[in-house]
């Protein structure tokens, strides 16, 4: 075998496993038990919001919910709802502690060089994203349907950019997915969707597992796309 040819294999393992390393991790993380040290989740109710803005190093949890509340994971008896606060119909999550925010209904989500931003709430027809650095998971919509009795499965159009290196990793319920990457960023998708529209420049990077039947894709010569 040409000595290129084992360089180009043993870059593309190099990828899929380190792929492979950083969404078990991130997966791992929506789960974990209290950080060692952590006493406890303290939860107070918060105004109505459909708009979330995640600030630098912060790392939020947002799950559906039929009420709107704020939990922040606290170190001993010290508790500092400080982190967050809400502005008309925007919720503002500063970094610090991990910070749960259950609610009905997101619509527009901006993430801020946070650390780890995870989101199950799909309650709208379009959802618009923008991230700039840090890692970005989307999970399922099934703790909405009625299984639980509340509300249905909705599947979305998702309008996402991912800037600045930003790590997005998307598994499960979309209708559309019209997304802009750049800056050595990556997206990751793990479902079937019914139609992509992507932009990708400056070393970007989209991987897509799963079907996708209407594609329109447009790339520099610096970028990528796994399918």
């Known amino acids: ?126 959802l618009r994203v923008s991230t700039a650095g840090g890692q970005l998971y989307f999970y399922t919509a099934d703790n909405i349907n009625e299984e639980n009795g509340v509300g249905k499965i909705v599947k979305p159009t998702l309008i996402l950019q991912a800037t600045d290196k930003a790590y997005v990793n998307l598994y499960k319920v979309l209708t559309k997915l019209q997304v802009h990457i750049a800056d050595s960023s990556s997206v990751y998708s793990r479902l079937n969707i019914q139609s992509v529209d992507a932009q990708l420049s400056k070393h970007s990077v989209l991987n897509l597992e799963n079907n996708a039947f ?7 010569s610096t970028s990528t796309i796994n399918m």
């Open 1 to 126: 075998m040409k000595k290129s040819n084992i360089i180009l294999i043993a870059f593309a393992v190099f990828i899929v496993g380190s792929t492979l390393v950083l969404y078990i991790d991130g997966a791992k993380h929506k789960n974990d038990t209290p950080n060692k040290g952590f006493k406890e989740i303290t939860y107070q109710p918060a105004p109505a919001f459909s708009v979330i803005v995640t600030e630098k190093d912060a790392d939020v949890h947002i799950d559906f919910s039929d009420t709107v509340q704020i939990g922040v994971e606290f170190l001993g008896k010290k508790k500092d709802f400080s982190l967050f606060r809400t502005q008309g119909d925007t919720l503002f999550v500063k970094g610090g502690l991990r910070t749960f925010v259950k609610c009905p209904k997101l619509t527009t989500l901006i993430c801020r060089h946070s650390f780890w931003v995870g989101v199950s709430v799909y309650n709208a027809d379009t």
């Open 214 to 220: 209407n594609l329109n894709i447009q790339r520099d």
